[in-house]
Protein backbone atom coordinates (compact mmCIF):
# COMPACT_ATOMS: atom_id res chain seq x y z
CA UNK A 1 0.00 0.00 0.00
CA UNK A 2 2.44 2.54 0.50
CA UNK A 3 4.37 1.82 -2.52
CA UNK A 4 1.01 1.80 -4.53
CA UNK A 5 0.57 5.59 -2.68
CA UNK A 6 3.31 6.66 -3.89
CA UNK A 7 3.31 5.72 -7.30
CA UNK A 8 -0.33 7.68 -7.45
CA UNK A 9 0.98 10.46 -6.09
CA UNK A 10 3.89 10.48 -8.40
CA UNK A 11 1.33 9.94 -10.80
CA UNK A 12 -0.67 12.69 -9.64
CA UNK A 13 1.76 15.35 -9.73
CA UNK A 14 3.03 14.20 -13.46
CA UNK A 15 -0.53 13.94 -14.80
CA UNK A 16 -2.48 16.04 -12.77
CA UNK A 17 -3.90 19.38 -13.65
CA UNK A 18 -2.14 21.50 -16.09
CA UNK A 19 0.32 23.98 -14.88
CA UNK A 20 0.48 27.30 -16.48
CA UNK A 21 3.37 28.44 -19.03
CA UNK A 22 5.84 30.74 -17.38
CA UNK A 23 5.12 34.55 -18.57
CA UNK A 24 6.34 35.08 -22.13
CA UNK A 25 8.85 37.72 -22.44
CA UNK A 26 6.74 39.65 -24.31
CA UNK A 27 7.72 43.66 -24.05
CA UNK A 28 5.06 45.75 -22.37
CA UNK A 29 4.69 48.69 -24.16
CA UNK A 30 2.28 51.44 -23.46
CA UNK A 31 1.56 52.29 -26.79
CA UNK A 32 2.88 49.91 -29.38
CA UNK A 33 2.91 50.72 -33.21
CA UNK A 34 3.04 47.99 -35.71
CA UNK A 35 3.95 48.72 -38.80
CA UNK A 36 2.56 45.56 -41.63
CA UNK A 37 5.15 45.16 -44.42
CA UNK A 38 4.35 43.21 -47.76
CA UNK A 39 7.74 42.13 -47.50
CA UNK A 40 7.51 40.52 -44.42
CA UNK A 41 5.94 37.13 -43.99
CA UNK A 42 3.07 35.87 -42.04
CA UNK A 43 4.43 37.00 -37.95
CA UNK A 44 2.43 36.97 -35.48
CA UNK A 45 3.44 39.71 -33.53
CA UNK A 46 3.42 39.86 -29.68
CA UNK A 47 1.15 42.45 -27.59
CA UNK A 48 1.17 41.96 -23.94
CA UNK A 49 -2.40 42.10 -21.74
CA UNK A 50 -3.53 41.38 -18.69
CA UNK A 51 -7.00 40.88 -16.76
CA UNK A 52 -9.09 43.85 -15.51
CA UNK A 53 -6.60 45.74 -18.04
CA UNK A 54 -8.47 47.59 -21.43
CA UNK A 55 -5.61 47.07 -24.77
CA UNK A 56 -7.71 48.98 -27.64
CA UNK A 57 -6.38 48.26 -31.46
CA UNK A 58 -6.97 51.12 -33.73
CA UNK A 59 -6.20 50.19 -37.91
CA UNK A 60 -5.63 52.80 -40.56
CA UNK A 61 -8.08 50.93 -42.38
CA UNK A 62 -11.27 49.64 -41.91
CA UNK A 63 -10.71 45.92 -41.15
CA UNK A 64 -12.91 42.80 -39.24
CA UNK A 65 -11.64 41.49 -36.01
CA UNK A 66 -12.22 38.01 -34.96
CA UNK A 67 -10.74 37.32 -30.78
CA UNK A 68 -10.12 33.62 -30.80
CA UNK A 69 -12.58 32.71 -27.50
CA UNK A 70 -14.22 35.74 -27.37
CA UNK A 71 -16.58 34.52 -24.81
CA UNK A 72 -14.25 34.56 -22.67
CA UNK A 73 -13.60 37.85 -22.51
CA UNK A 74 -14.69 40.14 -20.06
CA UNK A 75 -15.69 43.32 -22.03
CA UNK A 76 -15.49 43.61 -26.49
CA UNK A 77 -16.00 46.67 -27.87
CA UNK A 78 -15.62 47.14 -31.48
CA UNK A 79 -15.57 49.93 -34.52
CA UNK A 80 -15.13 50.34 -38.30
CA UNK A 81 -10.81 50.32 -37.81
CA UNK A 82 -10.56 49.24 -34.32
CA UNK A 83 -11.63 46.79 -31.17
CA UNK A 84 -10.91 47.45 -27.34
CA UNK A 85 -10.89 44.57 -24.90
CA UNK A 86 -10.49 43.32 -21.65
CA UNK A 87 -9.17 40.10 -21.67
CA UNK A 88 -10.20 36.90 -19.62
CA UNK A 89 -10.38 37.43 -15.99
CA UNK A 90 -9.24 33.61 -15.73
CA UNK A 91 -6.78 34.29 -18.44
CA UNK A 92 -3.55 32.71 -16.90
CA UNK A 93 -0.02 34.59 -17.25
CA UNK A 94 1.63 33.01 -20.54
CA UNK A 95 -1.49 31.92 -21.89
CA UNK A 96 -1.89 33.26 -25.75
CA UNK A 97 -5.23 34.05 -27.06
CA UNK A 98 -5.22 34.71 -31.21
CA UNK A 99 -6.34 38.84 -32.45
CA UNK A 100 -7.05 38.15 -36.30
CA UNK A 101 -8.07 41.68 -38.56
CA UNK A 102 -8.72 41.01 -41.83
CA UNK A 103 -9.13 43.75 -44.99
CA UNK A 104 -11.55 43.98 -47.43
CA UNK A 105 -10.79 42.42 -50.97
CA UNK A 106 -9.99 45.86 -52.58
CA UNK A 107 -7.19 45.97 -49.98
CA UNK A 108 -3.77 44.97 -50.62
CA UNK A 109 -2.14 41.23 -51.28
CA UNK A 110 -1.81 40.89 -47.52
CA UNK A 111 -5.26 40.90 -46.90
CA UNK A 112 -4.94 39.63 -43.05
CA UNK A 113 -2.41 40.25 -39.68
CA UNK A 114 -2.30 37.99 -36.28
CA UNK A 115 -1.82 39.27 -33.41
CA UNK A 116 -0.56 36.77 -30.02
CA UNK A 117 -2.64 38.36 -27.08
CA UNK A 118 0.42 37.41 -24.16
CA UNK A 119 -1.50 37.50 -20.68
CA UNK A 120 0.82 39.61 -18.39
CA UNK A 121 1.14 39.91 -14.65
CA UNK A 122 2.44 42.98 -14.43
CA UNK A 123 1.99 45.78 -17.38
CA UNK A 124 -0.29 45.52 -20.45
CA UNK A 125 -0.74 47.43 -23.32
CA UNK A 126 -3.11 50.09 -23.40
CA UNK A 127 -3.29 51.00 -27.23
CA UNK A 128 -1.60 49.13 -30.35
CA UNK A 129 -1.54 51.18 -33.21
CA UNK A 130 -1.23 49.14 -36.90
CA UNK A 131 -0.50 50.44 -39.96
CA UNK A 132 -0.17 48.86 -43.08
CA UNK A 133 1.86 49.83 -46.41
CA UNK A 134 -1.18 50.63 -48.87
CA UNK A 135 0.44 49.71 -52.40
CA UNK A 136 0.13 46.10 -53.73
CA UNK A 137 3.16 43.58 -55.01
CA UNK A 138 2.52 44.89 -58.31
CA UNK A 139 2.23 48.42 -57.32
CA UNK A 140 5.55 48.22 -55.72
CA UNK A 141 7.16 45.86 -58.71
CA UNK A 142 6.15 48.90 -61.06
CA UNK A 143 7.22 51.76 -58.88
CA UNK A 144 11.07 50.28 -58.80
CA UNK A 145 11.01 49.29 -62.10
CA UNK A 146 9.71 53.00 -63.14
CA UNK A 147 12.52 54.08 -60.23
CA UNK A 148 15.65 51.68 -62.27
CA UNK A 149 14.37 52.92 -65.65
CA UNK A 150 14.55 56.62 -64.27
CA UNK A 151 18.19 56.33 -62.16
CA UNK A 152 19.35 54.48 -65.74
CA UNK A 153 18.22 57.52 -67.50
CA UNK A 154 20.00 59.72 -65.32
CA UNK A 155 23.19 58.18 -65.62
CA UNK A 156 22.93 58.01 -69.33
CA UNK A 157 22.10 62.18 -68.91
CA UNK A 158 25.62 61.76 -66.70
CA UNK A 159 27.49 60.28 -69.20
CA UNK A 160 26.68 62.56 -72.35
CA UNK A 161 27.10 65.53 -70.17
CA UNK A 162 30.47 63.87 -69.10
CA UNK A 163 31.26 63.52 -73.11
CA UNK A 164 30.13 66.87 -73.85
CA UNK A 165 32.39 68.32 -70.81
CA UNK A 166 35.63 66.25 -71.92
CA UNK A 167 35.22 67.81 -75.83
CA UNK A 168 33.96 71.43 -74.37
CA UNK A 169 37.89 72.66 -74.55
CA UNK A 170 39.57 74.68 -77.48
CA UNK A 171 38.41 73.94 -81.06
CA UNK A 172 36.27 71.33 -80.35
CA UNK A 173 34.40 72.81 -78.32
CA UNK A 174 33.33 76.07 -79.94
CA UNK A 175 32.35 73.68 -83.22
CA UNK A 176 30.03 71.57 -81.22
CA UNK A 177 28.64 74.72 -79.78
CA UNK A 178 28.24 76.06 -83.22
CA UNK A 179 29.66 79.43 -82.29
CA UNK A 180 33.05 78.74 -84.64
CA UNK A 181 32.08 79.36 -88.24
CA UNK A 182 34.20 78.66 -91.33
CA UNK A 183 36.01 82.23 -91.08
CA UNK A 184 37.19 81.69 -87.50
CA UNK A 185 36.72 84.07 -84.70
CA UNK A 186 37.17 87.69 -85.66
CA UNK A 187 38.75 90.24 -83.84
CA UNK A 188 39.78 93.73 -83.25
CA UNK A 189 42.15 95.52 -80.80
CA UNK A 190 41.75 98.68 -79.50
CA UNK A 191 44.32 101.09 -77.25
CA UNK A 192 43.32 104.35 -75.42
CA UNK A 193 43.62 107.50 -76.76
CA UNK A 194 45.92 110.10 -75.12
CA UNK A 195 42.67 111.24 -73.45
CA UNK A 196 41.86 108.09 -71.94
CA UNK A 197 45.52 106.98 -70.46
CA UNK A 198 44.67 109.02 -67.21
CA UNK A 199 43.15 106.93 -64.84
CA UNK A 200 39.43 107.92 -63.89
CA UNK A 201 38.46 106.94 -60.49
CA UNK A 202 42.09 104.95 -60.34
CA UNK A 203 41.09 102.56 -63.28
CA UNK A 204 42.07 102.75 -66.97
CA UNK A 205 42.70 100.02 -69.85
CA UNK A 206 46.32 99.39 -71.90
CA UNK A 207 44.24 97.16 -74.17
CA UNK A 208 41.24 96.33 -75.48
CA UNK A 209 40.54 93.33 -77.76
CA UNK A 210 36.66 92.60 -78.83
CA UNK A 211 35.67 88.89 -80.61
CA UNK A 212 32.75 88.09 -82.36
CA UNK A 213 31.60 84.47 -83.32
CA UNK A 214 28.15 82.69 -85.00
CA UNK A 215 26.73 82.99 -81.15
CA UNK A 216 28.01 85.91 -78.85
CA UNK A 217 30.21 88.77 -79.04
CA UNK A 218 33.21 88.98 -76.19
CA UNK A 219 35.85 91.48 -74.93
CA UNK A 220 39.12 91.12 -73.18
CA UNK A 221 40.19 94.15 -71.40
CA UNK A 222 43.57 94.61 -69.31
CA UNK A 223 42.29 96.76 -66.93
CA UNK A 224 44.94 98.95 -64.43
CA UNK A 225 43.83 99.56 -60.96
CA UNK A 226 45.90 102.76 -60.17
CA UNK A 227 43.92 103.05 -56.73
CA UNK A 228 44.71 101.92 -52.93
CA UNK A 229 42.05 99.45 -52.70
CA UNK A 230 41.33 96.26 -54.91
CA UNK A 231 38.48 96.59 -57.31
CA UNK A 232 36.62 93.35 -58.31
CA UNK A 233 34.40 94.08 -61.66
CA UNK A 234 30.69 93.36 -60.54
CA UNK A 235 28.68 94.06 -63.75
CA UNK A 236 29.31 95.42 -67.19
CA UNK A 237 26.72 97.13 -70.07
CA UNK A 238 27.38 97.71 -73.51
CA UNK A 239 25.44 101.13 -74.94
CA UNK A 240 24.72 102.34 -78.12
CA UNK A 241 24.47 105.71 -78.53
CA UNK A 242 20.95 106.12 -79.01
CA UNK A 243 20.82 104.35 -75.11
CA UNK A 244 20.15 101.12 -76.58
CA UNK A 245 21.60 98.55 -74.07
CA UNK A 246 22.73 94.96 -75.24
CA UNK A 247 20.81 92.56 -72.89
CA UNK A 248 22.82 89.64 -70.78
CA UNK A 249 26.22 90.81 -70.49
CA UNK A 250 28.26 88.40 -68.35
CA UNK A 251 31.67 89.18 -66.52
CA UNK A 252 33.89 86.84 -66.38
CA UNK A 253 36.30 88.20 -64.04
CA UNK A 254 36.05 87.28 -60.13
CA UNK A 255 39.26 87.91 -58.51
CA UNK A 256 40.05 91.20 -57.83
CA UNK A 257 42.86 93.58 -59.26
CA UNK A 258 45.11 94.76 -56.34
CA UNK A 259 46.53 98.22 -56.25
CA UNK A 260 48.74 99.43 -58.86
CA UNK A 261 48.40 96.02 -60.59
CA UNK A 262 46.57 95.10 -64.43
CA UNK A 263 44.68 92.16 -64.66
CA UNK A 264 42.32 90.76 -67.80
CA UNK A 265 39.01 91.27 -67.09
CA UNK A 266 36.76 89.15 -70.01
CA UNK A 267 32.95 89.80 -70.67
CA UNK A 268 30.87 88.60 -73.60
CA UNK A 269 27.16 89.20 -74.48
CA UNK A 270 24.99 87.37 -76.90
CA UNK A 271 23.83 89.60 -80.05
CA UNK A 272 25.66 91.46 -82.71
CA UNK A 273 26.06 95.01 -81.75
CA UNK A 274 26.56 97.43 -84.77
CA UNK A 275 28.27 100.13 -84.63
CA UNK A 276 30.13 102.09 -81.87
CA UNK A 277 28.97 101.36 -78.40
CA UNK A 278 30.18 102.35 -74.77
CA UNK A 279 31.97 99.47 -72.69
CA UNK A 280 30.94 100.45 -69.13
CA UNK A 281 32.47 97.96 -66.21
CA UNK A 282 31.74 98.74 -62.34
CA UNK A 283 32.72 97.17 -59.14
CA UNK A 284 31.34 96.64 -55.62
CA UNK A 285 33.23 99.83 -54.63
CA UNK A 286 31.17 101.68 -56.61
CA UNK A 287 34.05 102.91 -59.32
CA UNK A 288 33.69 102.66 -62.60
CA UNK A 289 35.74 102.36 -66.06
CA UNK A 290 33.77 103.79 -68.90
CA UNK A 291 35.37 102.86 -72.65
CA UNK A 292 33.50 105.15 -75.10
CA UNK A 293 33.70 104.09 -78.71
CA UNK A 294 33.84 100.14 -78.98
CA UNK A 295 33.49 98.43 -81.84
CA UNK A 296 32.81 94.43 -82.32
CA UNK A 297 34.41 92.72 -85.75
Not at 94 to 115: H, I
Amino acid sequence: MPTTASASLVALLLHGSPVSAPPAATPCEDIQRIELSLSLGEVAHEVCVRPGILTGFTFDAPVVVELQDEVRFAEVMRGRSGISFVPPPDMAPGERLRLTARWGGDGPSRQSVTFSLVAHSGRATHQVEVFRDQRSREALLQENAQERAANQQLREQVQHLQVQLAQSGGLTGLLLSGALGHRGIPTRQLRPGLDEQDPVEGLSFSLLVTYRSLLTVAAEVWVLNSGSEPWIPEGASLVSPTGDALEGVRVGQGEPIPPQQRQRVLLEAPGAPSGEVTLRLWGADGRTLTIPKVTFP
